[in-house]
Protein backbone atom coordinates (compact mmCIF):
# COMPACT_ATOMS: atom_id res chain seq x y z
CA UNK A 1 0.00 0.00 0.00
CA UNK A 2 1.34 3.51 -0.77
CA UNK A 3 2.62 5.41 1.95
CA UNK A 4 2.73 9.24 2.52
CA UNK A 5 6.54 9.76 3.83
CA UNK A 6 7.66 13.30 5.15
CA UNK A 7 11.11 14.10 4.82
CA UNK A 8 12.32 16.63 7.47
CA UNK A 9 15.51 18.73 6.37
CA UNK A 10 17.56 21.97 6.99
CA UNK A 11 20.08 21.58 3.71
CA UNK A 12 19.78 19.70 0.61
CA UNK A 13 21.13 15.96 0.11
CA UNK A 14 23.77 13.93 -2.10
CA UNK A 15 23.25 12.06 -4.77
CA UNK A 16 23.67 9.12 -2.51
CA UNK A 17 20.46 10.20 -0.57
CA UNK A 18 18.68 11.07 -3.12
CA UNK A 19 18.86 7.30 -3.86
CA UNK A 20 17.38 6.03 -0.81
CA UNK A 21 14.10 8.22 -2.30
CA UNK A 22 14.41 6.81 -6.05
CA UNK A 23 14.03 3.12 -4.26
CA UNK A 24 11.60 4.26 -1.70
CA UNK A 25 9.56 6.04 -4.57
CA UNK A 26 9.94 2.17 -6.28
CA UNK A 27 8.03 0.49 -3.59
CA UNK A 28 5.19 2.83 -4.60
CA UNK A 29 5.09 5.39 -1.78
CA UNK A 30 5.03 9.39 -1.85
CA UNK A 31 7.25 11.66 -0.55
CA UNK A 32 7.25 15.18 1.05
CA UNK A 33 9.91 17.49 2.16
CA UNK A 34 9.59 19.79 4.94
CA UNK A 35 12.86 22.70 5.12
CA UNK A 36 13.41 26.01 5.26
CA UNK A 37 13.02 26.87 1.84
CA UNK A 38 16.78 27.37 1.55
CA UNK A 39 17.75 24.99 -2.05
CA UNK A 40 15.55 23.86 -4.38
CA UNK A 41 15.16 20.02 -4.02
CA UNK A 42 16.09 17.55 -7.15
CA UNK A 43 12.83 17.90 -9.26
CA UNK A 44 10.29 14.83 -9.88
CA UNK A 45 11.28 12.84 -6.18
CA UNK A 46 8.65 15.27 -3.78
CA UNK A 47 5.20 15.47 -4.13
CA UNK A 48 5.38 18.59 -2.29
CA UNK A 49 8.00 20.72 -0.39
CA UNK A 50 6.49 22.93 2.43
CA UNK A 51 8.29 25.23 3.37
CA UNK A 52 8.39 27.50 7.17
CA UNK A 53 10.87 29.20 9.03
CA UNK A 54 11.80 25.62 10.81
CA UNK A 55 13.57 27.77 14.25
CA UNK A 56 10.04 28.46 15.20
CA UNK A 57 9.02 24.73 16.32
CA UNK A 58 5.46 25.60 17.63
CA UNK A 59 4.33 27.66 14.61
CA UNK A 60 6.01 25.26 11.71
CA UNK A 61 3.88 22.41 13.97
CA UNK A 62 0.45 24.73 13.49
CA UNK A 63 1.47 24.88 9.90
CA UNK A 64 1.71 21.64 9.05
CA UNK A 65 -1.87 20.67 10.80
CA UNK A 66 -3.45 23.20 8.29
CA UNK A 67 -2.41 21.01 5.39
CA UNK A 68 -4.87 18.36 4.65
CA UNK A 69 -3.03 15.56 4.43
CA UNK A 70 -1.69 12.73 6.59
CA UNK A 71 1.35 10.91 7.53
CA UNK A 72 2.27 7.88 7.71
CA UNK A 73 6.40 8.38 8.84
CA UNK A 74 8.12 10.88 9.12
CA UNK A 75 12.38 10.58 9.39
CA UNK A 76 15.23 13.06 9.33
CA UNK A 77 18.92 12.24 7.90
CA UNK A 78 20.97 14.47 9.65
CA UNK A 79 20.03 18.15 11.09
CA UNK A 80 20.38 17.79 15.00
CA UNK A 81 18.38 20.95 15.42
CA UNK A 82 15.57 19.72 13.55
CA UNK A 83 15.30 15.92 15.59
CA UNK A 84 12.71 17.40 18.33
CA UNK A 85 10.37 19.06 15.67
CA UNK A 86 10.84 15.79 14.06
CA UNK A 87 9.22 13.74 16.85
CA UNK A 88 6.91 15.94 17.49
CA UNK A 89 5.01 15.80 14.09
CA UNK A 90 5.32 11.98 14.44
CA UNK A 91 4.25 11.92 17.69
CA UNK A 92 1.19 14.33 15.77
CA UNK A 93 0.66 11.70 12.88
CA UNK A 94 0.50 8.78 15.36
CA UNK A 95 3.90 7.33 13.48
CA UNK A 96 7.02 5.41 14.40
CA UNK A 97 9.39 7.36 16.11
CA UNK A 98 11.07 8.70 19.04
CA UNK A 99 9.00 10.54 21.57
CA UNK A 100 9.71 14.17 21.93
CA UNK A 101 11.24 14.31 25.12
CA UNK A 102 13.71 11.20 23.70
CA UNK A 103 14.75 13.56 20.66
CA UNK A 104 14.92 16.98 23.40
CA UNK A 105 17.07 15.24 26.28
CA UNK A 106 19.24 14.25 23.29
CA UNK A 107 19.49 17.66 22.28
CA UNK A 108 20.35 19.37 25.12
CA UNK A 109 23.93 18.15 26.89
CA UNK A 110 22.57 18.85 30.18
CA UNK A 111 19.25 16.76 30.12
CA UNK A 112 21.32 14.16 27.82
CA UNK A 113 23.63 13.69 30.83
CA UNK A 114 21.01 13.03 33.59
CA UNK A 115 19.41 10.35 31.61
CA UNK A 116 22.70 8.99 31.03
CA UNK A 117 23.30 9.30 34.76
CA UNK A 118 20.57 7.42 35.53
CA UNK A 119 20.88 5.20 33.14
CA UNK A 120 24.23 4.14 34.87
CA UNK A 121 26.17 5.11 31.62
CA UNK A 122 30.00 5.69 32.10
CA UNK A 123 30.05 9.47 32.08
CA UNK A 124 32.60 12.90 33.02
CA UNK A 125 31.19 14.37 36.19
CA UNK A 126 28.86 17.72 34.93
CA UNK A 127 27.47 21.08 35.80
CA UNK A 128 25.27 23.19 33.84
CA UNK A 129 25.83 26.51 34.10
CA UNK A 130 23.60 29.97 33.23
CA UNK A 131 26.21 32.56 33.21
CA UNK A 132 29.84 33.66 33.31
CA UNK A 133 30.13 33.74 37.15
CA UNK A 134 28.00 30.14 36.97
CA UNK A 135 30.94 28.92 34.43
CA UNK A 136 33.69 30.16 36.32
CA UNK A 137 31.97 28.51 39.60
CA UNK A 138 31.62 25.15 37.29
CA UNK A 139 34.98 25.25 37.07
CA UNK A 140 36.15 25.57 40.21
CA UNK A 141 34.25 22.64 41.51
CA UNK A 142 34.90 19.80 38.83
CA UNK A 143 38.99 21.41 38.57
CA UNK A 144 41.14 21.80 35.79
CA UNK A 145 41.48 19.88 32.75
CA UNK A 146 38.13 20.50 32.26
CA UNK A 147 35.74 21.02 28.99
CA UNK A 148 32.89 23.88 28.37
CA UNK A 149 30.36 23.87 25.65
CA UNK A 150 27.37 25.08 24.93
CA UNK A 151 23.92 23.00 25.87
CA UNK A 152 22.67 22.93 22.85
CA UNK A 153 25.50 22.72 20.51
CA UNK A 154 26.67 20.87 17.54
CA UNK A 155 30.03 20.67 15.28
CA UNK A 156 32.23 21.65 18.30
CA UNK A 157 30.61 25.61 18.19
CA UNK A 158 31.96 26.58 21.20
CA UNK A 159 33.85 24.16 22.52
CA UNK A 160 37.00 24.33 24.64
CA UNK A 161 39.37 22.97 27.05
CA UNK A 162 40.49 24.87 30.45
CA UNK A 163 43.82 22.80 30.76
CA UNK A 164 45.53 24.29 33.62
CA UNK A 165 44.30 27.20 36.23
CA UNK A 166 46.39 29.67 33.53
CA UNK A 167 43.66 29.17 31.62
CA UNK A 168 41.44 30.91 33.81
CA UNK A 169 43.05 34.04 32.76
CA UNK A 170 41.08 34.30 29.28
CA UNK A 171 38.06 31.98 29.92
CA UNK A 172 35.56 35.03 30.40
CA UNK A 173 36.90 36.22 27.08
CA UNK A 174 37.18 33.07 25.52
CA UNK A 175 33.45 32.25 26.78
CA UNK A 176 32.26 35.86 25.28
CA UNK A 177 33.51 35.11 21.94
CA UNK A 178 31.83 31.57 21.69
CA UNK A 179 28.53 32.61 23.10
CA UNK A 180 28.45 35.80 20.70
CA UNK A 181 29.54 33.35 17.30
CA UNK A 182 26.72 30.99 18.98
CA UNK A 183 23.74 34.19 18.96
CA UNK A 184 24.78 35.20 15.71
CA UNK A 185 24.63 31.32 14.75
CA UNK A 186 21.30 31.48 15.92
CA UNK A 187 19.92 34.86 14.42
CA UNK A 188 21.86 33.59 10.77
CA UNK A 189 21.66 29.89 10.59
CA UNK A 190 20.58 26.79 11.81
CA UNK A 191 21.10 27.03 15.68
CA UNK A 192 17.97 27.89 17.86
CA UNK A 193 16.68 27.43 20.99
CA UNK A 194 13.59 26.56 21.74
CA UNK A 195 10.69 29.10 23.55
CA UNK A 196 9.21 28.09 27.38
CA UNK A 197 5.84 26.84 25.38
CA UNK A 198 7.78 24.29 22.90
CA UNK A 199 9.69 22.92 25.57
CA UNK A 200 6.33 22.17 28.19
CA UNK A 201 4.88 20.45 24.65
CA UNK A 202 7.95 18.31 24.25
CA UNK A 203 7.77 17.65 28.16
CA UNK A 204 10.62 19.34 29.35
CA UNK A 205 11.03 19.95 33.33
CA UNK A 206 13.61 22.10 33.68
CA UNK A 207 13.93 24.56 30.86
CA UNK A 208 17.20 25.38 29.25
CA UNK A 209 18.68 27.71 26.56
CA UNK A 210 19.88 26.23 23.92
CA UNK A 211 22.41 29.38 23.26
CA UNK A 212 24.01 30.67 26.38
CA UNK A 213 23.63 27.84 28.78
CA UNK A 214 26.45 25.40 29.16
CA UNK A 215 27.78 22.41 30.33
CA UNK A 216 31.39 22.23 32.20
CA UNK A 217 32.36 18.36 32.22
CA UNK A 218 35.67 16.63 33.59
CA UNK A 219 37.92 16.13 30.73
CA UNK A 220 37.81 12.85 29.05
CA UNK A 221 41.81 12.17 28.04
CA UNK A 222 41.64 9.55 24.88
CA UNK A 223 41.41 8.81 21.47
CA UNK A 224 37.84 9.30 20.06
CA UNK A 225 35.44 7.23 17.79
CA UNK A 226 31.83 7.96 16.81
CA UNK A 227 29.40 4.91 16.11
CA UNK A 228 26.19 5.31 13.47
CA UNK A 229 23.94 2.43 14.52
CA UNK A 230 20.12 1.64 13.33
CA UNK A 231 17.71 1.43 16.00
CA UNK A 232 14.31 -0.59 15.52
CA UNK A 233 11.95 -1.23 18.12
CA UNK A 234 14.89 -0.56 20.60
CA UNK A 235 17.02 -3.61 18.66
CA UNK A 236 20.73 -1.83 18.06
CA UNK A 237 22.56 -2.44 14.79
CA UNK A 238 26.06 -0.59 14.11
CA UNK A 239 26.36 0.45 10.54
CA UNK A 240 29.88 2.25 10.91
CA UNK A 241 32.34 3.04 13.43
CA UNK A 242 34.88 6.05 12.52
CA UNK A 243 38.04 6.74 14.17
CA UNK A 244 38.93 10.81 14.57
CA UNK A 245 40.79 13.19 14.59
CA UNK A 246 40.45 16.34 15.78
CA UNK A 247 42.40 19.38 16.10
CA UNK A 248 45.18 19.93 19.25
CA UNK A 249 43.77 21.60 22.88
CA UNK A 250 41.78 24.09 23.82
CA UNK A 251 39.53 23.57 20.93
CA UNK A 252 37.98 20.17 19.39
CA UNK A 253 37.13 20.77 15.92
CA UNK A 254 37.50 17.17 13.95
CA UNK A 255 40.36 17.26 11.53
CA UNK A 256 40.28 14.02 9.80
CA UNK A 257 38.80 10.62 10.19
CA UNK A 258 38.60 7.12 8.75
CA UNK A 259 36.30 4.61 8.39
CA UNK A 260 35.79 1.27 8.95
CA UNK A 261 37.47 1.34 12.47
CA UNK A 262 40.13 -1.39 12.92
CA UNK A 263 39.81 -3.36 15.84
CA UNK A 264 39.79 -6.54 17.25
CA UNK A 265 36.56 -8.42 18.35
CA UNK A 266 36.92 -7.29 22.35
CA UNK A 267 36.85 -4.08 21.29
CA UNK A 268 34.03 -4.29 19.24
CA UNK A 269 32.02 -5.48 21.70
CA UNK A 270 33.08 -3.16 24.44
CA UNK A 271 31.67 -0.49 21.72
CA UNK A 272 28.90 -2.80 21.20
CA UNK A 273 27.62 -2.86 24.84
CA UNK A 274 27.99 0.86 25.48
CA UNK A 275 25.69 1.73 22.71
CA UNK A 276 23.21 -0.47 23.58
CA UNK A 277 23.30 1.09 27.37
CA UNK A 278 23.61 4.54 25.78
CA UNK A 279 20.38 4.09 23.25
CA UNK A 280 18.58 2.31 26.31
CA UNK A 281 19.15 4.48 28.89
CA UNK A 282 18.13 7.99 26.85
CA UNK A 283 15.27 5.68 25.27
CA UNK A 284 15.07 5.80 21.67
CA UNK A 285 13.56 3.47 20.12
CA UNK A 286 13.31 3.71 16.05
CA UNK A 287 15.77 5.83 14.56
CA UNK A 288 19.16 6.09 13.18
CA UNK A 289 21.52 7.27 16.12
CA UNK A 290 25.20 8.64 16.00
CA UNK A 291 27.07 7.62 19.22
CA UNK A 292 30.21 9.74 20.09
CA UNK A 293 32.68 7.58 23.02
CA UNK A 294 36.46 8.37 24.22
CA UNK A 295 38.50 5.24 25.25
CA UNK A 296 39.68 6.65 28.37
CA UNK A 297 42.23 5.24 30.54
CA UNK A 298 38.87 4.31 33.22
CA UNK A 299 37.27 2.86 30.24
CA UNK A 300 35.76 4.02 27.60
CA UNK A 301 32.97 6.91 28.11
CA UNK A 302 29.93 8.47 26.00
CA UNK A 303 30.69 12.33 24.64
CA UNK A 304 26.83 12.43 23.38
CA UNK A 305 24.28 10.41 20.99
CA UNK A 306 21.98 11.86 18.54
CA UNK A 307 18.65 10.55 17.02
CA UNK A 308 19.83 10.73 13.77
CA UNK A 309 22.38 10.20 11.17
CA UNK A 310 25.82 11.67 11.36
CA UNK A 311 26.37 13.89 9.87
CA UNK A 312 29.48 15.86 7.27
CA UNK A 313 30.33 12.61 4.83
CA UNK A 314 29.50 9.86 6.97
CA UNK A 315 26.34 8.91 4.98
CA UNK A 316 28.22 8.85 1.57
CA UNK A 317 31.31 6.99 3.27
CA UNK A 318 29.24 4.51 5.30
CA UNK A 319 27.33 3.62 1.95
CA UNK A 320 31.10 3.25 0.66
CA UNK A 321 32.46 0.74 2.78
CA UNK A 322 29.31 -0.74 3.85
CA UNK A 323 26.51 -0.64 0.77
CA UNK A 324 24.07 0.25 3.79
CA UNK A 325 21.72 3.56 2.76
CA UNK A 326 21.34 5.26 6.26
CA UNK A 327 18.65 7.44 4.79
CA UNK A 328 16.81 4.66 3.18
CA UNK A 329 16.91 2.55 6.55
CA UNK A 330 15.93 5.42 8.19
CA UNK A 331 13.01 5.31 6.00
CA UNK A 332 12.24 1.71 6.44
CA UNK A 333 12.34 2.42 10.31
CA UNK A 334 9.97 4.93 10.19
CA UNK A 335 7.62 2.78 8.23
CA UNK A 336 7.78 0.00 10.87
CA UNK A 337 8.97 -2.59 8.00
CA UNK A 338 11.45 -5.09 9.62
CA UNK A 339 14.82 -5.06 8.45
CA UNK A 340 17.95 -7.37 8.68
CA UNK A 341 21.26 -6.25 8.40
CA UNK A 342 23.90 -7.70 6.90
CA UNK A 343 26.96 -5.18 7.39
CA UNK A 344 29.85 -6.24 5.59
CA UNK A 345 33.21 -3.88 4.59
CA UNK A 346 34.42 -3.45 1.24
CA UNK A 347 36.47 -0.76 1.18
CA UNK A 348 38.50 1.66 3.64
CA UNK A 349 38.38 5.25 3.77
CA UNK A 350 39.55 8.47 4.85
CA UNK A 351 38.27 12.35 5.46
CA UNK A 352 39.83 15.61 5.65
CA UNK A 353 38.13 18.64 7.01
CA UNK A 354 39.22 21.69 5.71
CA UNK A 355 40.01 23.97 8.62
CA UNK A 356 41.07 27.76 7.92
CA UNK A 357 44.96 28.37 8.41
CA UNK A 358 44.22 31.96 9.63
CA UNK A 359 41.17 34.73 9.86
CA UNK A 360 40.46 36.31 6.61
CA UNK A 361 38.57 36.34 3.36
CA UNK A 362 38.30 33.38 1.42
CA UNK A 363 39.48 34.81 -2.13
CA UNK A 364 39.76 31.15 -3.97
CA UNK A 365 39.18 27.75 -3.71
CA UNK A 366 40.75 25.54 -6.61
CA UNK A 367 39.62 22.16 -6.82
CA UNK A 368 41.14 21.09 -10.19
CA UNK A 369 39.00 18.26 -12.44
CA UNK A 370 41.34 15.72 -12.26
CA UNK A 371 40.39 15.67 -8.19
CA UNK A 372 37.04 15.70 -9.17
CA UNK A 373 36.80 13.08 -11.17
CA UNK A 374 39.18 11.01 -9.72
CA UNK A 375 37.67 7.63 -9.62
CA UNK A 376 39.15 7.30 -5.47
CA UNK A 377 38.08 10.42 -4.22
CA UNK A 378 34.31 10.11 -3.63
CA UNK A 379 32.98 13.36 -2.09
CA UNK A 380 33.89 17.03 -1.88
CA UNK A 381 31.62 19.57 -0.24
CA UNK A 382 32.25 22.83 0.51
CA UNK A 383 30.75 24.90 3.13
CA UNK A 384 32.05 27.87 2.63
CA UNK A 385 33.26 30.16 -0.53
CA UNK A 386 34.71 32.77 -2.20
CA UNK A 387 34.53 35.84 -0.54
CA UNK A 388 32.88 33.99 2.92
CA UNK A 389 34.97 35.29 5.81
CA UNK A 390 36.31 32.55 8.50
CA UNK A 391 38.88 32.41 10.78
CA UNK A 392 40.27 29.44 13.07
CA UNK A 393 38.58 29.32 16.82
CA UNK A 394 37.76 31.22 19.01
CA UNK A 395 36.41 33.49 16.13
CA UNK A 396 35.15 31.39 14.32
CA UNK A 397 34.00 27.50 14.35
CA UNK A 398 33.60 27.12 10.99
CA UNK A 399 35.28 24.65 8.69
CA UNK A 400 35.78 25.00 4.63
CA UNK A 401 34.10 21.45 3.77
CA UNK A 402 35.82 18.48 3.68
CA UNK A 403 36.96 15.61 0.95
CA UNK A 404 36.51 11.97 1.46
CA UNK A 405 38.61 9.28 -0.58
CA UNK A 406 38.56 5.49 -0.47
CA UNK A 407 40.83 2.51 -0.77
CA UNK A 408 41.61 -1.14 -0.83
CA UNK A 409 43.56 -0.35 2.73
CA UNK A 410 43.65 2.48 5.20
CA UNK A 411 46.81 3.23 4.13
CA UNK A 412 45.76 2.99 0.54
CA UNK A 413 43.02 5.71 1.12
CA UNK A 414 45.64 7.63 3.17
CA UNK A 415 47.75 7.70 0.17
CA UNK A 416 44.99 8.24 -2.17
CA UNK A 417 43.27 11.59 -0.19
CA UNK A 418 46.80 12.90 0.06
CA UNK A 419 47.67 12.80 -3.01
CA UNK A 420 44.10 14.92 -4.48
CA UNK A 421 45.17 17.35 -1.41
CA UNK A 422 48.42 18.47 -2.97
CA UNK A 423 46.47 19.22 -5.89
CA UNK A 424 43.78 21.60 -4.09
CA UNK A 425 44.48 25.14 -3.12
CA UNK A 426 42.32 27.63 -0.48
CA UNK A 427 43.53 31.37 -0.41
CA UNK A 428 42.65 32.96 2.52
CA UNK A 429 43.51 37.12 2.98
N1 LIG B 1 34.13 16.03 28.63
C1 LIG B 1 34.89 16.02 27.54
N2 LIG B 1 36.16 15.57 27.58
C2 LIG B 1 36.96 15.56 26.49
N3 LIG B 1 36.57 16.01 25.29
C3 LIG B 1 35.30 16.46 25.17
C4 LIG B 1 34.39 16.48 26.27
N4 LIG B 1 33.22 16.99 25.85
C5 LIG B 1 33.40 17.28 24.54
N5 LIG B 1 34.63 16.96 24.13
C6 LIG B 1 35.20 17.14 22.78
O1 LIG B 1 34.47 18.14 22.11
C7 LIG B 1 33.80 17.59 20.98
C8 LIG B 1 32.43 18.27 20.86
O2 LIG B 1 31.65 17.99 21.97
P1 LIG B 1 30.23 17.29 21.84
O3 LIG B 1 29.69 17.06 23.19
O4 LIG B 1 30.33 16.11 20.95
O5 LIG B 1 29.35 18.44 21.15
P2 LIG B 1 28.96 18.73 19.63
O6 LIG B 1 27.47 18.60 19.63
O7 LIG B 1 29.43 20.11 19.39
O8 LIG B 1 29.60 17.70 18.76
C9 LIG B 1 33.76 16.11 21.24
O9 LIG B 1 33.69 15.36 20.05
C10 LIG B 1 35.06 15.87 21.98
O10 LIG B 1 36.15 15.80 21.07
MG1 LIG C 1 29.68 15.71 19.02
Known amino acids: ?56 TKEVLEYMNSQPIHFDAVTIKTSEWLTPLTALL ?6 IGNAPIVAFNCRSKYHMRQELKKGGVPIPQFRLCKNYKGLLNAVQEIGVPCVAKPVGGNASYGTFMIQTEKDLI ?18 DEDVFAFTDEEMDLMGVREHVDM ?11 GPEVSVDALVQNGKVTITGIEDQIRMEPPYFLQTASRLPY ?34 TPQGPKIVEIGCRIGGDDLHDTIWEVTGCNLMF ?33 ITEINIPESVKTNPSIFCIDLLLKPG ?21 SPEDAKKNLEDALKKISINIV
Open 90 to 95: AKEYGC
Open 170 to 187: DLEKKYNFSIEYLKKKAI
Open 388 to 408: DKTGPPPQSFDYIGYISARGI
Open 329 to 361: ESIMIALGISRDYDIKTLCHTTTQVLIPTKSGT
Open 1 to 56: MSKNILIVTGSNYTNRVYEAFYETKKLGHKLYLLSDGSFEPTAGIFEKHFTYDLRK
Open 211 to 221: ITDYLVEEFMA
Open 262 to 295: VCDEKQMSIIQKIVEQTVHSIEIQNSATHTEIIF
